[in-house]
């Protein structure tokens, strides 16, 4: 099954086609997207990511949270 990681993107990237675009990123395992979706927050230039499926079905709430160690301090 794969996972898709969609996301804002809003870097600040020279030559950057579109600040604010839509991007999609497909990974073969959820741990790999997982890890994409981790690197994204950490790097705050992007907005409104998620994680899905290939179902379509998003990873979401606090299940997604404690995949990615969000509630960690």
Known sequence: ????????DTSPAPGAALEGAPRTEVFPTEPAALARARELFDQMFYERIAVSKGSGESLVGVCLQLKLGLNKE
């Not at 099954?1 to 804002?8: A, L």
Request: aromatic fraction near 24%.
């Open 1 to 8: 099954m794969s996972y898709r990681v969609s996301y804002i």
